[in-house]
């Protein structure tokens, strides 16, 4: 297990000891990341491939989590598909889908719920709640309900019924918010300081990342100790990107990997904070957002900073791109590729469109892209591109 020696706001760049880096900057409550410490005997990559397991508790050596070995069961250890078919439509020799879709609440989510349910029950508390979109969520809810724990979280009512019926399902207590997510974020905050329920909110627990940081650790293992040329990653709070930059540095740090990945954040047109801000080069700047990729619609990202620091290091880009675009985006990966993935998961797909039109990436370059979370969480968000089924009654109906 690492140990944690400090945390540091990405914010202000405030540095404080590891007693005070649980959950937002003390100075200007911006995202923390925790400073880690390795021993030398977990720094051997060789061990870590002798696991048998493939799940996210075979790096339990690289995060600072007593118990994630046990807990991990069917978590994490996603395919990382070759996308033949895909790759030759865009024409991209070597393109990789890291399909996160395989979760058990069906996103890359449970990664991050994982890690914060650990720590929580670390610190003996019983319930957690989340300011959520509809997938944070949806995870929350369904591993609280393996874990015993009581999850309590704040959603849009205007979030897709699939993720809200998962949310019930699971028996979470769901508050629906007449308003956007970052309304929600702000409600749950405020309900957080007031009952000291313990915070799984993206920039409010820095185990979040710890947890994320892990799907860079399966790409780097499954190319075989190796970085891909390019990661694109869908981005709404920014969180998703900062933590997959922390793996890859991590592995970089203890010489697992030769390079880190060039990092591509994708957003939706109408959802583009990140990019605005890496494109000007100034400081993070709330916009008002609106896209049907409801899992990246954030109007403030509350891991920005993360976000721009990932991109700015690993000398990667930003890119946007449209809701029309997404969506065909969707349809290719389900006709080519057989994965339904839902409209934020499918934004990585259309980024890669974008970035060979505008030659920003080579089509020889080792490229994976994240595919986040699963079309059956909005699975009519594809309906303009269906065909209508024809209705049979006998076999004269058929051609
Ligand atoms: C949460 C989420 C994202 C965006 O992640 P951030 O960390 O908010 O940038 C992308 N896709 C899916 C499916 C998600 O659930
Ligand atoms: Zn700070």
Known sequence: MASICGGHCLRC??????????????????????????SDQDSDRDR?????????????????????????????????????????????????????????????KDRATLSVLLAAKERGHKTVATASTGNAAASLAALSARMDMEAIVFAPKTAPPAKLNQIKSHGARLYLVDGDYDYAYDLCQAAVRKFGWYSRSTGNNPYCAEGKKTVAFEIAEQLLWKAPDYVFVPTGDGSILGSTHKGFRELHELGWIDSIPRLVSVQAEGSCAVVDAWEMNRNILAVRSETLADSIAVDYPRDGERALRAIKESDG????????????????????????AE???????????????????????????LITGHGLKDSSALS????????????????
């Open 48 to 108: 870590v491939s002798c696991i048998p397991d493939f799940n996210m508790g075979r790096y339990s050596a690289l995060l600072p989590l007593p118990g994630l070995a046990e807990a991990a069961c069917g978590i994490g250890g996603t395919p990382l598909l070759e996308a033949r078919n895909l790759g030759k439509a865009l024409g991209l020799e070597r393109l990789r889908l890291k399909d996160d879709t395989r979760n058990p609440s069906a996103s890359l």
């Open 317 to 340: 880009f930003g890119l946007r791109v449209s809701d029309d675009e997404i969506v065909e985006a969707m349809s290719l990966l389900a006709r080519l590729e057989g994965v339904f």
């Open 13 to 38: 760049d405030f540095r404080m000891n590891a007693e005070a880096a649980q959950s937002a900057c003390p100075l200007c409550d911006g995202g923390i990341e925790l400073l880690l410490k390795f």
């Open 343 to 369: 409209p934020a998961a499918a934004a990585t797909v259309a980024g890669l469109k974008r970035a060979l039109s505008e030659e920003l990436l080579p089509p020889e370059a080792l490229t994976v892209a």
């Open 384 to 399: 303009s591109k269906w065909e209508e089924p024809k209705l049979v009654e006998k076999i004269g109906d058929l051609p």
